[in-house]
């Protein structure tokens, strides 16, 4: 049996949770609360850098959210080779030029007063602008991230635009479009609403 060791409330655990339920496989869960010296300790035996997600499979550990997403099987994945390409890509452009970003605005919101760093959330914001205006554009004329079919980018999407959304409003038509689609998608949609007893904790409405 799969064992997901998470939060709920986590976009890269999102990730994960979208695809296990876009490929209806089995899994038990395992919350972690890192504010928890036991559950950080345990985490940290699996996982040395003691982040979540991390995945227990027959016996293996598997961490890190696309290489989860691709360990779960090949139907994230499209078999053609540019198609896999430009999924990977979006991938990282969904994980690194808009999740990255949002960490370090909320981040910077939890500071103290004086500690803030008035540049580097700046930054965070061009960053978000620019990934939502390159994303407008490749999406233009497409139902999902890469084409017809839901794919591991979908799965990085979802997440990362939903608290996106919240901190830097999205204003490009496709690209809103794009994230009204993946809203009703009934795997996010589940994601979303388990998430919902947590989302007091971010600090943005």
Known sequence: MRTLHFHPL???CQKVLVALYELGLPFERRFVDLGAATDREALARLWPFCRFPVL????????????????????????????ALECRFLDRVFDL????????????????EGAHDVLGVERARDTLRTAYGVLDARLRGRAWAVGDAFTLADCAAAPALFYAARIEPLQHPNLTAYFERLLARPPVARVFEEARPYLHLFPVK
Do not use: M, Y
Not at 56 to 83: F, K, M, N, T, W
Not at 97 to 107: A, D, M, Q, Y
């Open 97 to 112: 030029h808009v999740n990255e970003p949002v960490g370090k605005i909320v981040t910077d919101l939890l500071r103290p």
């Open 10 to 12: 986590s976009s890269f």
């Open 56 to 83: 227990e499979d027959d016996g293996r550990v598997v961490a890190e959210s696309s290489i989860i997403v691709e360990h779960l099987g090949p139907g994230l994945i499209p078999s053609d080779r540019q198609e």
